[in-house]
T-cell receptor, first 114, second 114 residues
Framework: EPEVTQTPSHQVTQMGQEVILRCVPISNHLYFYWYRQILGQKVEFLVS????????KSEIFDDQFSVERPDGSNFTLKIRSTKLEDSAMYFC????????????FGPGTRLTVT | GDSVTQMEGPVTLSEEAFLTINCTYTATGYPSLFWYVQYPGEGLQLLLKATKADDKGSNKGFEATYRKETTSFHLEKGSVQVSDSAVYFCALSDQGQAGTALIFGKGTTLSVSS
């Protein structure tokens, strides 16, 4: 069964550094998403992406964040200058454009900012 | 804004016990409602969904009914198994369209012992 994959599973970085989280969505999906979950808190929507443009974004997704589809398979989330409060589990998801648009999630990347 | 509240965990049950995980929501329109499950080390998987009032979603013995009058979508299972041990997330989408954010509850951890 096709699945969303994410790398790395765990990333440790120092405050102020840039990180790139990578995702490979399901191959025939056209909508891509990033969510995050700070430990003990809710899963929060960050951004959705379609046709090489941001479709929707939350208040969390400020200028520090950017997304990109650099090739036909990868979807990345870049955090330009990490802060301690960016420590969280980051989930990538993808969905199709027909049917019910169910979002399929990856296993997540745990980002730890020290 | 829209929000989801679900019961705090962890929920600890013996095998074959009855399960209820409460979920209530706040939304301005007529949202679609979901239950997602996360098994250890895996991504979020859609367990069941309901798109309009009085709809009952069901899958793998789990059920939830969309109750507009009580703004609830409680998850139930008649007889849990050890393999049901996981984190369960209630979520809503205020539009049934691709690219729309899912709004999640905090998640409820279920632990089933034999």
């Amino acid at each position: 069964e096709p699945e969303v994959t994410q790398t790395p599973s765990h990333q440790v970085t120092q405050m102020g550094q840039e990180v790139i989280l990578r995702c490979v969505p399901i191959s025939n999906h056209l909508y891509f998403y990033w969510y995050r979950q700070i430990l003990g808190q809710k899963v929060e929507f960050l951004v959705s992406f379609y046709n090489n443009e941001i479709s929707e974004k939350s208040e969390i997704f400020d200028d520090q964040f950017s997304v990109e589809r650099p090739d036909g398979s990868n979807f990345t989330l870049k955090i330009r200058s990490t802060k301690l409060e960016d420590s969280a589990m980051y989930f990538c998801a993808s969905s199709g454009v027909s049917g019910y648009y169910e979002q399929y999630f990856g296993p997540g990347t745990r980002l730890t900012v020290t | 804004g829209d929000s989801v509240t679900q019961m705090e965990g962890p929920v600890t049950l013996s095998e074959e016990a009855f399960l209820t995980i409460n979920c209530t929501y706040t939304a301005t329109g007529y949202p679609s409602l979901f239950w997602y499950v996360q098994y250890p080390g895996e991504g979020l998987q859609l367990l069941l969904k309901a798109t309009k009032a009085d709809d009952k979603g069901s899958n793998k013995g789990f059920e939830a009914t969309y109750r507009k009058e009580t703004t609830s979508f409680h998850l139930e299972k008649g007889s849990v198994q050890v393999s049901d041990s996981a984190v369960y997330f209630c979520a809503l989408s205020d539009q049934g369209q691709a690219g729309t954010a899912l709004i999640f509850g905090k998640g409820t951890t279920l632990s089933v012992s034999s």
